[in-house]
């Protein structure tokens, strides 16, 4: 929620919630064409406020907008502490700060 908070769609849109992305009732996990779309409700391909990346063509980008905007960092909330180690790992979590994650476009050319 806080990284969610600290994003600029939540900041800018003032409209955005969980369910802004997340259907409850449905199982969408790994789709991120789904999640994509949802993405797009605001930044429409036409619109002004659409990707900026000069990198990939804009039937590309809309197939998910999520591995380069959301990607699995690791997190500093949830860790893991395997069995006969000493520290704990951190888990890879999907981060909820939507942003510019210019070393996730290098990894992805
Ligand atoms: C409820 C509307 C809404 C939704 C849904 C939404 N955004 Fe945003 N987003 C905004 C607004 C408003 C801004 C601020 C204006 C701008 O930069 O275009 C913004 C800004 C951004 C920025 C710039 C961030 C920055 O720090 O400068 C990125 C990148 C972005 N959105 C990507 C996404 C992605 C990817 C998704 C889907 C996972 C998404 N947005 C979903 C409204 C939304
Ligand atoms: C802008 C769109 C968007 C919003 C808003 C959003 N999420 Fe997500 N969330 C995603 C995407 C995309 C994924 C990655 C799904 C996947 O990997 O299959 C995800 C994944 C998750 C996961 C799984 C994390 C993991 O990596 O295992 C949880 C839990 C979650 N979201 C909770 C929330 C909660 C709680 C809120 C509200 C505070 C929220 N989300 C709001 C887009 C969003
Ligand atoms: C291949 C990676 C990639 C994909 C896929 C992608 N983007 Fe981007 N996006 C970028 C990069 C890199 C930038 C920064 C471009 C620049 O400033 O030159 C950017 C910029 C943006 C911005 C403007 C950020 C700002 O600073 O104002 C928004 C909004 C955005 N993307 C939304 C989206 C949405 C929505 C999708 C899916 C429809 C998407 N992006 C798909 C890499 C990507």
Redesign the pocket.
């Known amino acids: 929620m806080q990284l969610l908070a600290a994003s600029?769609c939540f900041l800018q849109s003032q409209t955005m919630n969980c369910s802004t992305c997340h259907d409850p009732h449905v199982s969408e996990r790994t789709d991120m064409q789904t999640f994509?779309t949802r993405?797009?409700t605001?930044?429409q391909?036409d619109g002004p406020?659409?990707?900026?990346?000069?990198?990939?063509p804009?039937a590309?980008?809309?197939?998910?907008?999520?591995?380069?905007?959301m990607p699995a960092l690791p997190s500093g909330a949830i860790t893991l502490l395997a069995n006969g180690e000493q520290s704990p790992t951190p888990d890879s979590v999907r981060t909820h700060l939507i942003?510019?994650?210019?070393d996730?476009?290098k990894r992805?050319?």
Not at 61 to 68: H, P, R, S
Not at 99 to 102: L, M
């Open positions: 600029q994509s993405c797009m605001c930044h391909p406020q659409f990707c900026k990346h000069r990198g990939k804009s590309v980008l809309q197939q998910n907008c999520v591995d380069c905007h942003a510019v994650y210019a996730m476009v992805m050319k």
